[in-house]
């Protein structure tokens, strides 16, 4: 999506919006791509109508949520939308990384992405009521979060008032979107003895990425430069394949999805698989997952030494290399990976049993 450089005339755009909107049933989203601005831009002018933007004191105003009672959050990349029903409880920050470690939401945040906020109110037409929606400098959105406790009113309300940014007049200038040039490096020019000794002595799956940055790789790159035993690719549908594995099982799942700003977590069960189209869907009371299979271009079981010994995952990946999803069993630190997730991925996808050590 080309992404319009500036400021946009605020009443303007509400008017090609609501033009839009009385056509066809459109979500923010994709009337911000039909429009031709970001969809922050899209949010910013609801301004002194159904929106209020945010000072960006963001760690602040998620710690406020703490009282808003539960709570939707959503986080999204262009291949996979992840949403979880919860309390914000937990809430932390140092420094520009926050946490929100509740039993049911789950986020690891990099504020540095964090460039807007608004608080939305779209009740009034039969939209999805409430939220607070953030975007980086691109109009991008990062996570949004939805009012699902009307006896929260109060404090969505408070928030509204109390982080009331200065200016409200429904602009938002916003950078062009260019995607980074990846210079990869030749795989002949990687020390692969010293990656693949490195990658057999991982203690942590969090020094996963100081490896990478170490030898200079990529992440799709580390994949085929691996031993086998620790990465083997799988065919393309390995999502679909493992959700209803685990739907059928009842094993407890991990599911990451993220972006530049938020990584969101659902660990838990999965139970109402459902293919729609291109996507394929988790459907559940409180964890929903839409997944576009048809943008899956890699897909790869991964091992990772640690202290408590290996942690699997399913790893699924663009056409440029970017992670879209990360599939783990269910565990916490300190406690070794569960038998059920292994048999898992050894019943779905034959081929790996060999590939172990």
């Known amino acids: 999506m080309e992404i319009i450089r500036g400021v946009i005339e605020p009443s303007a755009l509400r008017g090609r919006w609501e033009q839009l909107k009385a056509e066809r049933k459109v979500r923010n989203r994709e009337a911000a791509s039909l429009l031709g601005v970001s969809e922050g831009q899209l949010i910013a002018s609801l301004c002194k109508t159904a929106a209020t933007r945010l000072d960006p004191r963001f760690p602040e105003i998620l710690k406020s949520l703490q009282n808003a009672g539960r709570t939707m959050a959503?986080?999204?990349?262009?291949?996979?939308?992840?949403?979880?029903?919860?309390?914000?409880?937990?809430?932390?920050?140092e420094g520009p990384v926050g946490l929100v470690l509740g039993p049911d939401i789950d986020l690891r945040i990099f504020y540095r992405g964090w460039s807007a906020g608004f608080a939305v109110d779209e009740?009034?037409?039969?939209?999805?009521?409430?939220?607070?929606?953030f975007f980086d400098k691109h109009g991008q959105a990062i996570h949004k979060i939805y009012m699902r406790d009307e006896g929260a009113r109060g404090a969505w309300e408070q928030v509204s008032r109390e982080f009331a940014f200065g200016d409200q007049s429904g602009t938002l200038a916003?950078?062009?979107?260019?995607?980074?040039?990846?210079?990869?490096?030749?795989?002949?020019a990687v020390d692969v003895p010293g990656f693949r000794k490195a990658w057999a002595g991982l203690q942590d799956t969090h020094d996963?990425?100081?490896?990478?940055?170490?030898?200079?790789?990529?992440?799709?790159?580390?994949?085929?430069?691996?031993?086998?035993?620790?990465a083997c690719p799988v065919p393309l549908d390995a999502p679909t394949q493992v959700l209803?594995?685990?739907?059928?099982?009842?094993?407890?799942?991990?599911?990451f999805v993220g972006n530049p700003g938020c990584i969101q977590i659902h660990t838990g069960t999965v139970k109402n698989v459902q293919a729609m189209g291109p996507w394929i869907n988790v459907m559940d009371?409180?964890?929903n997952l839409h997944l576009r299979q048809d943008l899956v271009a890699e897909a790869w079981v991964v091992r990772k030494p640690t202290v408590d010994g290996i942690v699997t995952s399913l790893e699924i990946f663009d056409s440029e290399g970017e992670l879209i999803a990360q599939f783990f069993g269910a565990r916490k630190p300190g406690i070794p990976e569960k038998a059920e997730w292994r048999d898992l991925l050894d019943a779905t996808f034959p081929a790996l049993i060999g590939t172990r050590q």
């Open 123 to 133: 009740s009034h037409d039969g939209g999805p009521g409430r939220s607070l929606q």
């Open 174 to 188: 916003v950078e062009t979107y260019t995607p980074p040039v990846k210079n990869l490096r030749p795989d002949e």
């Open 74 to 93: 959503l986080t999204r990349n262009e291949a996979c939308v992840h949403e979880r029903v919860g309390v914000y409880e937990d809430v932390s920050h």
């Open 285 to 287: 009371p409180e964890f």
């Open 244 to 255: 209803r594995a685990a739907a059928k099982w009842g094993v407890p799942i991990m599911v």
């Open 208 to 230: 996963f990425f100081g490896m990478l940055k170490k030898f200079d790789v990529a992440r799709t790159q580390a994949m085929r430069l691996a031993d086998r035993q620790f």
